[in-house]
């Protein structure tokens, strides 16, 4: 099956820093990669995807770059804000309709 | 519109007893998962409803749980004889075709076995 690692488990940044956070895959039939934002009590939410057909996906100040030939995807996100702290978790999918999650990383956003 | 709303918001039992926790999907979404989140770790997979088809079970920790979905929308998720490390918080998710992956959370139900 699928097995999805996910690094760091905790990332600490400044205020206006970059962060990024990476996911490895082992499944190659895997071609669906989302990425979801947990703040705290509270659920899940996607907040970017991107499928296996394109290399890079952005929205506003977040991004998610895939390297299938590697089997590892990436989520960046610039101009760190409080509101970004949270722990986000990857996911893998594609081989089947259970995606696979990652373990998470906590982010935390210093003022 | 309505997002996936679950029931009870928190459950505390005794050990060895029985629990049940309902899950409401979106309306016309036809897969269904169920996760568990213990404190600090990731998503655990429990069970997979679509549609009419035999639902994957593969995830379930023990045959002391079991899932039904009725009339492809509410689920609910059994828990017999609960033990302490049952305790967590279980999620529910429901996505629709195609984007079988765009999953929408509910606000889960938070578990404490006594």
């Known amino acids: 099956g699928e097995n999805v690692e996910q690094h760091p488990s905790t990332l600490s940044v400044q205020e206006g820093d970059s962060a990024v956070i990476k996911c490895t895959y082992s499944?190659?039939?895997?071609?669906?990669f989302p990425w979801y934002k947990q703040e705290l009590g509270k659920r899940p939410q996607l907040i970017i995807d991107?499928?296996?057909?394109?290399g890079e996906k952005k929205d506003q100040r977040i991004a998610v770059t895939l390297n299938k030939t590697a089997k590892h995807f990436s989520l960046h996100i610039t101009e760190t804000q409080p509101e970004d702290s949270a722990v986000y978790f990857c996911?893998?999918?594609?081989?089947?309709?259970?995606?696979?999650f990652g373990r998470g990383t906590s982010l935390i956003v210093h003022p | 519109g309505a997002g996936v709303s679950q029931s009870p918001s928190n459950k505390v039992t005794e050990k060895g007893k029985d629990v049940e926790l309902r899950c409401d999907p979106i309306?016309?979404?036809?897969?269904l998962y169920w996760y568990r989140q213990s404190l600090g770790q990731g998503l655990e997979f429990l069970i997979y409803?679509?549609?009419?088809?035999?639902?994957?079970k593969s995830g379930l920790p023990s045959d002391r749980f079991s899932a039904e979905r009725t009339g492809g929308s509410v689920s609910t998720l059994t828990i017999q004889r609960t033990q302490q490390e049952d305790s967590a918080v279980y999620l529910c998710?429901?996505?629709?075709?195609?984007?079988?992956?765009?999953?929408?959370f509910g606000p889960g139900t938070r578990l404490t076995v006594t």
């Open positions: 996911a893998a999918g594609g081989g089947s309709y259970i995606p696979t």
């Open positions: 409803f679509q549609g009419n088809s035999a639902p994957d």
């Open positions: 499944d190659s039939a895997s071609n669906y």
């Open positions: 998710a429901s996505s629709s075709l195609p984007t079988v992956y765009e999953q929408y």
């Open positions: 309306s016309g979404h036809t897969a």
């Open positions: 991107i499928r296996s057909n394109v």
